[in-house]
């Protein structure tokens, strides 16, 4: 169990180019969740997947994002013509659920820094 | 959006002092947790307490949940300079798709002075 991983750790990207982040979470972990964080402020919630079906897109997640976990494991996400208000911190989080209750800890990677010029 | 509010915003101690983090918040909840993040780093998690419980302990840390009032407090004794970091509240809502989902305070910055 090496934690959840994301890649790159730090971006920086021109207004208008896309890009695409890579999150693999713990192994055995179903749950997979993407967040963005702002400098001072609390991570915001994005999405979320359960095994490959994407559950719940925030209202924060426009157009020009998508999120994929095709296999039920890794995931990435893709911000196409990106704007300077994107910069942020894009963390992800994995957890497992067991029977019909999902354990709620949600285990956090070392995050990307996106850096929109 | 934000889910709830924490106070203080910083928090200034000397080494060996008890730190006080307060966090509230609006819509039922099923569970709340306390995260730590260091300085641009992803967060770690330090503590899961129950809609129904009251109160949690864990290591020096210690938990408590006041579901009427909508507030939780977070109470780190014999804070080390290690300790230092930014602390989270994060609420998790129960019910339908939403289950798992957290919605995060915008933090407390402890700082710890040796």
Known sequence: DTGVSQNPRHKITKRGQNVTFRCDPISEHNRLYWYRQTLGQGPEFLTYFQNEAQLEKSRLLSDRFSAERPKGSFSTLEIQRTEQGDSAMYLCASSTSSGSIPLDTQYFGPGTRLTVL | ?114
């Open chain 2, 1 to 114: 959006s934000q889910q709830g509010e924490e106070d203080p915003q910083a928090l200034s101690i000397q080494e060996g002092e008890n730190a006080t983090m307060n966090c509230s918040y609006k819509t039922s909840i099923n569970n709340l947790q306390w995260y730590r993040q260091n300085s641009g780093r992803g967060l770690v998690h330090l503590i899961l307490i129950r809609s129904n419980e009251r109160e949690k302990h864990s290591g020096r840390l210690r938990v408590t949940l006041d579901t009427s009032k909508k507030s939780s407090s977070l109470l780190i004794t014999a804070s080390r300079a290690a300790d230092t970091a930014s602390y989270f509240c994060a609420t998790g809502v129960g019910g339908g798709t939403s289950y798992g989902k957290l919605t995060f305070g915008q933090g407390t910055i402890l700082t710890v002075h040796p």
